[in-house]
T-cell receptor, first 112, second 116 residues
Framework: AQSVTQLGSHVSVSEGALVLLRCNYSSSVPPYLFWYVQYPNQGLQLLLKYTTGATLVKGINGFEAEFKKSETSFHLTKPSAHMSDAAEYFCALSTGRRALTFGSGTRLQVQP | EAGVTQFPSHSVIEKGQTVTLRCDPISGHDNLYWYRRVMGKEIKFLLHFVKESKQDESGMPNNRFLAERTGGTYSTLKVQPAELEDSGVYFC??????????????FGPGTRLLVL
């Protein structure tokens, strides 16, 4: 069985500060990992994904994530938060069965 | 290109009633998924269609839920009779197909279901 754990259901940062959203996974086979973002009243939008190859993955809107197998982590970062980054972020995993296994989500608040 | 659309956006029904949710995937996408997020919990997989066939329905909670995808285009998810614990947000997603397991799933905005 696989699982995804997102540490912190709510994270608050100041505008311009570093954003760090944590994601740890458990999987018995090599996983594919995803970060999705949900803005209010919208669907989930893919930010970035890790499949194979380079462990540092760059996504849209200045976000990136690093796959660390030894730590079973896939944390999402952005050097400088913007007000428009306020949303809910979901880490997800797939192991070939095609269905995604999601974490419980982290709501990011950006303070002016 | 239109994205994944879902109808209705909100539905409020009483316990014991029937509700039908609809999902229109991106045109040409063979794979269609249903997910559900119960309040405060994680998004959970319900089932997966490849064209009109059910590929995986291991996430369906019970036989009160019936999903169809006639003709391999849009899909409906019927809940009959609805119970209080069915309240939540129902998401639909689609992906192109072609055998790659890491292909991107594109999500709709969800249907917010409240059962009173």
């Amino acid at each position: 069985a696989q699982s995804v754990t997102q540490l912190g259901s709510h994270v608050s940062v100041s505008e311009g500060a570093l954003v760090l959203l944590r994601c740890n996974y458990s999987s018995s086979v090599p996983p594919y990992l995803f970060w999705y973002v949900q803005y209010p009243n919208q669907g989930l939008q893919l930010l970035l994904k890790y499949t194979t190859g380079a462990t540092l993955v760059k996504g849209i809107n200045g976000f990136e994530a690093e796959f660390k197998k030894s730590e079973t982590s896939f944390h999402l970062t952005k050097p400088s938060a913007h007000m428009s980054d306020a949303a809910e972020y979901f880490c997800a995993l797939s192991t070939g069965r095609r269905a995604l296994t999601f974490g419980s989500g982290t709501r990011l608040q950006v303070q002016p | 290109e239109a994205g994944v659309t879902q109808f209705p956006s909100h539905s409020v029904i009483e316990k014991g009633q029937t509700v039908t949710l609809r999902c229109d995937p991106i045109s040409g996408h063979d794979n269609l998924y249903w997910y559900r997020r119960v309040m405060g919990k994680e998004i959970k997989f319900l089932l997966h269609f490849v064209k009109e066939s059910k590929q995986d329905e291991s996430g369906m909670p019970n036989n009160r839920f019936l999903a169809e995808r006639t003709g391999g285009t849009y899909s409906t998810l019927k809940v009959q009779p609805a119970e209080l614990e069915d309240s939540g947000v129902y998401f639909c997603a689609s992906s192109q197909g072609g055998g790659r397991v890491q292909e991107t799933q594109y999500f709709g905005p969800g249907t917010r279901l409240l059962v009173l």
